[in-house]
C-alpha cells in the first residue's frame, strides 16, 4: 500500500513539474491609448537562484531596460509592477505558452496581450 500511495505521489509532482510553465524570453504587446498605440518588449529571465526577473522596453519611446518589480508567477498567473511609471500587469499565461492575456494599469486599465517573439 506504501509503495502505491509513493508511486501516485510521483506521478503527480512529475505531472506538475511538467506543466510548468517556463515563461523566459521576449514578448511583445501593444497598448491602445485614446488614438495612439505603444510598442512593449517585456524581457523575463532567470536569476542563478530559479527566480524570474524581468526589464521593459517602451519602443515607440525609445526607452530600454526599464526596471520591473514584484515579479511573480503563480501557475499562470503572471503579475509584476513597473514602478518608474506607476505601472502594473496582471495576466494570465495561455495553455499554449505563447500568449500572455492581461490588463495594464496606469490610471485606467487596459487590455494588453503579449505574445512571444
Known amino acids: 500500500m506504501k509503495?502505491?500511495?509513493?508511486?501516485?505521489a510521483l506521478?503527480?509532482?512529475a505531472t506538475c513539474f511538467a506543466s510548468a510553465q517556463d515563461i523566459t524570453g521576449d514578448w511583445q504587446g501593444?497598448?491602445?491609448?485614446?488614438?495612439?498605440?505603444?510598442r512593449l518588449v517585456l524581457h523575463i529571465t532567470?536569476?542563478?537562484?530559479?527566480?524570474?526577473?524581468?526589464?521593459?522596453?517602451s519602443v515607440d519611446q525609445?526607452?530600454?531596460?526599464?526596471?520591473?518589480?514584484n515579479l511573480d508567477l503563480e501557475?499562470?498567473?503572471?503579475?509584476?509592477?513597473?514602478?518608474a511609471v506607476n505601472g502594473e500587469y496582471r495576466g494570465k499565461v495561455m495553455g499554449d505558452g505563447k500568449t500572455i492575456l492581461g490588463k495594464w494599469q496606469q490610471g485606467r486599465p487596459?487590455?494588453?496581450?503579449?505574445e512571444r517573439i
Do not use: C, H, W, Y
Open 30 to 38: 501593444t497598448l491602445s491609448m485614446d488614438d495612439a498605440e505603444q
Open 75 to 83: 501557475g499562470p498567473n503572471l503579475s509584476f509592477d513597473v514602478d
Open 110 to 114: 487596459m487590455d494588453l496581450e503579449f
Open 62 to 69: 525609445g526607452q530600454n531596460g526599464i526596471a520591473v518589480t
Open 46 to 57: 532567470k536569476n542563478p537562484d530559479g527566480t524570474l526577473k524581468a526589464t521593459l522596453d
Open 11 to 13: 506521478v503527480i509532482a
Open 3 to 8: 509503495r502505491i500511495l509513493l508511486l501516485a
